[in-house]
């Protein structure tokens, strides 16, 4: 290798940096790599996730509510079976067969009041299966990201222990031939050393990541990690007020709607539920009678308990004031994350900004560095030292790109935009 092209291999080495990094790359139309959207793992984690299935449970309880509250009776009526007869003691001939039939009746405004409740608690249901939709998204969004910047840190790790290597070998050369010292092969042998352990922390940071996702997902990290687009509907000094079709919002309101209809239906509840019984007789006295039919009706009205029923709504209306507090709570929490995370995303794009600068100037410094040092002009003191400005200005500038994709992630999910 003669002085001049290993310098030129060094630097296309540093400038491929970012060009050539499996982290993050531009933004693709789901139809074009839907395997590497986040809307395709969602769903996958979404199968994965055991608190989804208990919603489908709650949802099946919602609309067995919402039978019973659609019922003619409040409750299962009931049916009553009996005979009587004297052929343990005097046997006349004395028989009685009674068959009574109850059923429980709905009180005033109850019906009505335990229909609204079943119909608020099966919206209340897929409410919560969006706001939990929401909460998975926010998990896969920090696990995606935290995957590409452990590879971008792989990569520059790679790169740097391959440029190291190529560095070390040069110098050593030039040391055997006289025109290096022994303090310049043994610099060159630290800094190769340096990039192995930088390397060897980055490739366990990746498989950690990588487990993560896997865990998340059930299936091996995409080999692409595509970014995600700004919510359109959100420009860059959009109104900080919290967005209502937000699923967390949505969720919370319609805890909210469901606790009120508790309360209602624990107003219209002031008692048990009233019985009305239809009782068919069939009798003789003895031998010698016929049988005799007859029938009657019996209506039960219970007693109301006032300690009863100021423990029901009370605890109806205690929950539906706690409802109320959390979501008050959580609409401010979601209007001050909002503008922290667009703070965050502009700040982001600052950084960017300016890493982008700093790579343009450490690039053109290391070229002209490793001429010098070609030439024989500059120390491979100075050379290192270069090169370690420009790694440091090559892992800023991937950092900040990510950091960018993923202050655009979290946007999104504080906006309740689904991937």
């Known amino acids: 290798m003669t002085p001049v092209c290993w310098p030129l291999r060094l630097a296309a080495g540093l400038l491929g940096l970012l060009l050539s990094l499996p982290g993050v790359a531009a933004a693709p139309s789901p139809a ?30 919602a609309r067995a509510a919402q039978e019973v509250a659609s ?18 003691n005097s046997n006349r001939g004395k028989r009685e067969v009674a068959v009574e039939l109850n059923v429980y009746l709905w009180l005033p405004g109850q019906k009505a009041a335990r229909e609204a409740e079943a119909e608020s608690r099966f919206d209340e249901v897929g409410a919560r299966r969006a706001g939990l939709r929401l909460e998975l998204a926010g998990e896969l969004r920090e696990a995606w990201w ?3 910047a ?19 070998s040069e110098v050593q050369r030039r040391y055997q031939a006289g025109d290096l010292s022994r303090i310049d092969a043994n610099l060159a042998q630290i800094e190769t050393q340096a990039a192995e352990a930088e390397s060897i922390d980055a490739d366990s940071a990746l498989l950690q990541a990588e487990h993560v996702f896997r ?17 359109s509907s959100v420009p860059g000094e959009a109104s900080q007020q919290a967005p209502a079709t937000h699923p967390q919002l949505i969720a919370a309101a319609a805890a909210s709607r469901s606790a009120r209809a508790k309360v209602k239906v624990a107003e219209q509840t002031r008692r048990a539920a009233p019985e009305l019984s239809l009782l068919a007789l069939r009798e003789r006295a003895d031998f ?44 401010s929490r979601v209007e001050f994350d909002a503008m922290r995370v667009r703070q965050a995303l502009q700040a982001a794009e600052r950084q960017y900004a300016l890493a982008e600068q700093r790579r343009t100037l450490s690039s053109d410094s290391l070229r002209l560095a490793e001429k010098s040092f070609a030439l024989g002009e500059a120390d491979l003191a100075t050379l290192l030292r270069i090169r370690a400005a420009a790694y440091a200005a090559d892992t800023f500038l991937g950092r900040q790109q990510i950091a960018r ?10 906006l309740g935009v689904l991937p």
């Open 288 to 331: 010698n009678e016929a049988y005799s039919d007859s029938i009657g009706i019996r209506l039960k009205i219970p007693f109301s308990s006032g300690a009863l029923v100021r423990r029901e709504s009370s605890a109806a209306q205690a929950e539906a004031d706690q409802s109320d507090a959390e979501m008050q709570r959580l609409e």
């Open 150 to 168: 452990a590879r971008n840190s792989a990569s520059l790790g790679a790169r740097r222990l391959e440029t190291a290597r190529a560095l070390a």
């Open 215 to 231: 865990a998340l997902t059930g299936a091996p990290a995409p080999s692409l990690v595509s970014a995600e687009l700004p919510a």
């Open 405 to 414: 994709a993923a202050a655009i992630s979290r946007l999104n999910q504080t």
């Open 32 to 61: 074009a790599a839907p395997e590497g959207s986040l809307g395709f793992w969602l769903e996958q984690a979404w199968l994965r996730n055991p608190q989804a299935q208990a919603l489908d449970a709650r949802e099946r309880e």
């Open 146 to 148: 935290t995957l590409a």
């Open 71 to 88: 019922g003619l009776t409040p409750e299962p009526g009931s049916i009553s079976v009996g005979a009587l007869n004297d052929q343990l």
